[in-house]
């Protein structure tokens, strides 16, 4: 079944803990995005990656990281975590382009 | 960055109604998409514009690409309880025929239908 796939689902974790939620595609797709999603603001893109090892700078990428070292994985990865990063993420992959996402479930991230 | 405003927020309607939501950006696109998000999941798309005029279909969702460019509108006919979810809007400019870009989203509009 094709599908984009992210772990953990839930997450509670404390200010400054490092965490790495994990995205993983199985259609083979050239392009993944993170996004959070907060209420009243919609989606915003924190970061995309349009193929291994090329990645760069949505919305809001502050307080972020990402890496593309294999095609079918895209982790995102919080360093020091803050309150502000409490938030809904979603990832996302394509195979041509933006237009064509498709979503991955959601993670739901709470830090005190 | 690019603002995208869609209205209304939220709407309570009797199963049956039409609904009517809508996105007006600071700037203009060339590519106009509209999601749907059910609750605990992901958005998926439902339908995508490509040039300014289209009016498009998909079964009773119609959405149109506005004129200016800079509008977008989503009507459902006849609703369903189904239908119940977050709508979103999304923007997408593509420069130099690439078809990878950036998708400025709209805040969504919760639509609530009662039986």
């Known amino acids: 079944e094709a599908q984009v796939t992210q772990n953990p689902r839930y997450l509670i974790t404390v200010t400054g803990k490092k965490l790495t939620v994990t995205c993983s595609q199985n259609m083979n797709h050239e392009y993944m995005s993170w996004y959070r999603q907060d209420p009243g603001l919609g989606l915003r893109q924190i970061y995309y990656?349009?193929?291994?090892?090329?990645?760069d700078k949505g919305d809001v990428p502050e307080g972020y990281k990402v890496s593309r070292k294999e095609k079918r994985n895209f982790p995102l990865i919080l360093e020091s975590p803050s309150p502000n990063q409490t938030s809904l993420y979603f990832c996302?992959?394509?195979?041509?382009?933006?237009?064509?996402?498709?979503f991955g479930p959601g993670t739901r991230l709470l830090v005190l | 960055g690019q603002q995208l405003n869609q209205s209304p927020q939220s709407m309570f309607i009797q199963e049956g109604e039409d609904v009517s939501m809508n996105c007006t950006s600071s700037?203009?696109?060339?590519?106009w998409l509209w999601y749907k998000q059910d609750p605990g999941e992901g958005p998926v798309l439902l339908i995508a514009?490509?040039?300014?005029?289209e009016l498009t279909s998909n079964g009773r969702l119609t959405a149109q690409f506005g004129i200016t460019r800079k509008d977008s509108f989503l009507n459902i006919s006849a609703s369903i309880p189904s239908d119940v979810g977050i709508y979103f809007c999304a923007g997408l400019f593509l420069a130099g025929g690439t078809s990878y870009g950036k998708l400025t989203f709209g805040q969504g509009t919760i639509l609530t239908v009662h039986p």
């Open positions: 996302a992959s394509s195979v041509s382009g933006v237009k064509t996402q498709y």
């Open positions: 514009l490509y040039k300014a005029g």
């Open positions: 990656s349009m193929n291994v090892e090329v990645t």
């Open positions: 700037s203009i696109f060339n590519t």
